[in-house]
């Protein structure tokens, strides 16, 4: 009941491009969804993230879909940019308490 | 500019020996996090505390980890003794109960 499902595992995508990475959850106690984000040789740092209240939160080139029926939940990077290539968690929590459960993790390319 | 600090970067040790990491998180942050990311396994979690108490350790192999907070600028991970299916990447975080985590560079531990 703790997992969070995440696809692709990897994914490549063109310069200008949308990004799209799946998540999928079991526990309906969770409450909050954070997207991290991770270069080489560093650790993940929180990029967005959603409450169940709203379907869809948008900062810059970067939306979270939510779809509390379904317990899923997508990442959207519009306009790819090489420096997007990292790899990307999605995660799940029961809000105010730091305890993630981590997805597995995407490894996103962005190629010229 | 506050971060969480994680010493040694990279370490490399012989199957058998005691390795030490150590975590200073972010000051006034009363919760800290231990994670080993390795390819496979994506980021597990170790153990977590609040405001210093052991919360969960049940991510960890206890016969040969050990998590302790001597006082609340200092967390250290333990093993002993190290084998090489030890071999990752140990991310220390903390956090303040907004739900946010901030994780350290990591420490790559290498078991020969």
């Known amino acids: 009941q703790q997992q969070v499902k995440q696809s692709p595992q990897s994914l490549i995508v063109q310069k200008g491009g949308i990004s799209i990475i799946n998540c999928a959850y079991e526990?309906?106690?969770?409450?909050?969804f954070p997207w991290y984000q991770q270069f080489p040789g560093k650790g993940p740092a929180l990029l967005i993230a959603i409450r169940p209240d709203v379907s869809e939160k948008k900062e810059g080139r970067f939306t979270i879909s939510f779809n509390k029926s379904a317990k899923q939940f997508s990442l959207h990077i519009m306009d790819s940019q090489p420096g997007d290539s990292a790899t990307y968690f999605c995660?799940?929590?029961?809000?105010?308490?730091?305890?993630?459960?981590f997805g597995t993790g995407t490894r996103l390319t962005i190629i010229p | 500019d506050a971060r969480v600090t994680q010493t040694p970067r990279h370490k490399v040790t012989e199957m058998g020996q005691e390795v030490t990491m150590r975590c200073q998180p972010i000051?006034?942050?009363?919760?800290v996090f231990w994670y080993r990311q390795t390819m496979m396994q994506g980021l597990e979690l170790l153990a977590y505390?609040?405001?210093?108490?052991?919360?969960?350790d049940s991510g960890m192999p206890k016969d040969r980890f050990s998590a302790e907070m001597p006082d609340a600028t200092l967390a250290t991970l333990k093993i002993q003794p190290s084998e090489p299916r030890d071999s990752a990447v140990y991310f220390c975080a903390s956090g303040l109960n907004t739900g946010e985590l901030f994780f350290g560079e990591g420490s790559r531990l290498t078991v020969l």
């Open positions: 526990n309906t106690a969770f409450d909050y």
């Open positions: 000051l006034g942050h009363n919760t």
């Open positions: 995660a799940a929590s029961n809000f105010g308490n730091e305890k993630l459960t």
């Open positions: 505390f609040r405001n210093r108490a052991p919360l969960d």
